[in-house]
Nanobody, 124 residues
């Protein structure tokens, strides 16, 4: 079993920054890819960013490319999402997820464990 706990959400003005963190426990964190997804009000959950077990390979949704950065610290069993130049359309509940494999993946079905989510609200 894997437990994922997100933190760092909140209310920020457009143009501001937030850093989300996700602490993992329950298995060998460094062996698995990690990802961030989000669900905006009235919309389906969507992919945001992913990182491989080594941290070398990362993927981003087009909507966040150049503004968000995913990273991980395997010594701390933690993955981060640095969000800069935030826009009102980034408002959503953000979920951390642990992949079934070591590679980075954008496919939701390849994630086996999910956190409870953290709310990010960007005001205009």
């Amino acid at each position: 079993q894997v437990q994922l706990v997100e933190a760092g959400g909140g209310l920020v003005q457009a143009g501001g920054s937030l850093r989300l963190s996700c602490a993992a426990s329950g298995r060998t964190f460094s062996s698995y890819g990690m990802g961030w997804f989000r669900r905006a009000p009235g919309k389906e959950r969507e992919f945001v960013a992913a990182i491989s077990w080594s941290g070398i390979i990362t993927y981003y949704a087009d909507s966040v490319k150049g503004r968000f950065t995913i990273s991980r610290d395997n010594a701390k069993n933690t993955v981060y999402l640095q969000m800069n130049s935030l826009k009102p359309e980034d408002t959503a509940v953000y979920y951390c997820a642990a992949a079934k494999y070591g590679r980075a993946t954008m496919q939701e079905y390849e994630y086996g464990y999910w956190g409870q989510g953290t709310q990010v609200t960007v005001s205009s």
